[in-house]
């Protein structure tokens, strides 16, 4: 029989005499734990609902890598690549890519009869994955994209519809200026999405490859670039990798050099911002855990202080003082263990509430979110719980050694 184990059992289940100070600071401890374990969850699912929910948009729009000329990066003016079938094949056999597909930008503006912006037209062909748009469509539908002819329909942002009163089946006249001359393209809204990424919503459509290639004056296989999707983001360095030593300066059929880059070089300022999040999750576990040591360590001490008539018994049988301070952990991983419990029970019973309600709401403005995302990571939660644990029996060696400078002789006084 574990001793220490079993002295301890006997200690957490004794409801005896109600005066003791010790069951307020045992209520104390075990509320100190539990909220700071459910704030510890719910910062870790809300940073982690935040980070991967603005990436997943980001990456919606451009894919995990971008191809596109090498002098895009030198001027503003656009520059096309020739994606013919042989550029495409050789790049989906690249290990690890899952999706491709071309797409051209274009400049122009939107007029109705009293107001006009001017955005990018994003001309993307039948290969396009419109599953992200889908999850983000308001009204309307997705059009179908083609690469040889021209629909004129038009997939635009409900952030453009508010600012040129648009709606749902509306025609608007797109003018694109090249040079001195003027050409007239007559859309029809078929969809409207809202992603609440402002720098993407308040500037860029969606039309026909075949409409954006004919405007730039390029041929059927020209584009502005290809966004690669790959099937693991956590292998998106080593694919990288690849891309570079294959596809990096190499040339297309027309001569143009060819440039990579990922998602996190074409978008730095997004990806650094979202980083710096990290370190206030860092700031809140820490002072967290120090919430929840602290608050264990007073109450340690007042149950060893309350309990010195009983430690001094036990030194007068021969029990080791290594031995009652092994009791004693012992009582404080009950009382934390119970506390984890309901820490736990309030952490994720948050997050859930707030994934399937949203009844805590954010400026999309600010936030890209319309509600705070949150994320159920439970092997991440379990690490959190182990680590708990093991900092707060840990932080309890130090003050268990009180126990060794109470005489058995003196202790037998004790009030």
């Not at 895009?72 to 656009?78: Q, V, W, Y």
């Not at 409409?211 to 730039?216: D, E, F, G, I, R």
Request: neutral net charge; proline residues 3%; hydrophobic residues 45%.
């Amino acid at each position: 029989m574990n001793f220490p184990l079993f002295i301890a059992r006997k200690i957490y289940s004794d409801q005896g005499d109600k005066r003791k100070v010790s069951r307020p600071a045992i209520r104390i401890a075990t509320i100190g734990v539990a909220i700071g374990l459910a704030v510890m969850i719910v910062t870790v699912g809300v940073v982690l609902g935040f980070k991967h929910t603005i990436r997943d948009k980001v990456v919606g729009f451009g894919g995990h890598i971008q191809i596109h000329n090498i002098l895009r990066f030198n001027d503003t003016d656009p520059y096309f690549i020739t994606a013919d079938d042989s550029l495409m094949t050789a790049i989906r056999k690249i290990k690890g890519v899952r999706h491709t597909e071309r797409y051209t930008i274009t400049q122009g503006l939107l007029k109705t009869e009293s107001d006009f912006l001017g955005i990018a037209f994003k001309g993307v062909g039948p290969e396009f994955d419109s599953t992200f748009l889908k999850q983000n469509l308001v009204e309307g539908r997705i059009p179908k994209f083609s690469d040889t002819s021209s629909h004129y329909e038009l997939l635009l942002s409900k952030m453009i519809a508010n600012k040129l009163q648009l709606k749902l089946g509306d025609k608007v006249f797109a003018y694109f200026i090249e040079d001195e001359s003027v050409r007239t393209r007559k859309y029809t809204v078929s969809g409207i999405y809202e992603t609440n990424m402002t720098r993407f919503d308040e500037s860029l459509c969606f039309i026909d490859l075949y409409t954006a290639n004919k405007l730039n004056g390029w041929g059927p296989d020209a584009c502005t670039g290809i966004e690669v999707s790959v099937d693991n983001l956590m292998h998106l360095d080593h694919i990288e990798s690849t891309f570079i030593k294959q596809v990096n300066r190499s040339t297309d059929r027309s001569g143009n050099t060819l440039s990579t880059q990922t998602i996190y070089e074409a978008y730095p300022q997004v990806f650094v911002w979202l980083e710096l999040l990290d370190i206030n999750v860092w700031i809140i576990l820490i002072l967290m855990v120090c919430v929840a040591g602290f608050t264990m360590i007073s109450g340690l001490l007042i149950i060893i202080l309350e309990r010195t008539q009983m430690i001094g018994i036990l030194k007068a049988l021969g029990a080791r003082n290594k031995t009652i301070r092994h009791t004693f952990l012992w009582f404080s991983v009950f009382i934390i263990g119970q506390g984890m419990l309901w820490g736990n029970v309030l952490g994720i019973g948050i997050i859930l509430l707030q994934r399937y309600t949203g009844i805590i709401t954010l400026d999309p403005q600010t936030y890209y979110v319309s509600e705070a995302p949150m994320e159920l990571n439970l092997p991440l939660i379990l690490l959190i719980n182990v680590a708990t644990l093991l900092i707060c029996v840990f932080v309890l060696i130090a003050p268990s050694y009180l126990i060794s400078h109470i005489h058995p002789a003196k202790s037998m006084r004790y009030e």
